[in-house]
């Protein structure tokens, strides 16, 4: 497979969680997957703004999305 940017991936369609994800964790690159992901955010509250892959704001407060804009 040619390399591509990640900028020029194409955007994926509706989520079911058992899609694979690559994180950073402590330096070391790891896969998981979208369930886990929820469950970390949801269960320690993480609160803050982030940019989605369609550059809109996404505002979460205590692990609950409040905003997209």
């Known amino acids: 497979m040619a390399e591509q ?3 020029e991936l194409p955007a994926a ?8 994800v690559i994180v950073n964790q402590n330096g070391t690159t790891s896969l998981t997957d979208v369930d886990a ?3 970390y955010t949801l269960a320690d509250g993480v609160s ?3 940019t989605s892959a369609d550059n ?3 505002t979460v407060t205590n692990g609950l999305i409040t ?3």
Request: aromatic share 4%.
């Open 56 to 58: 809109k704001t996404i």
């Open 13 to 20: 369609s509706a989520l079911d969680g058992t899609e694979n």
């Open 48 to 50: 803050g703004t982030f």
């Open 5 to 7: 940017k990640i900028s």
């Open 37 to 39: 992901i929820v469950t």
């Open 67 to 69: 905003a997209i804009v």
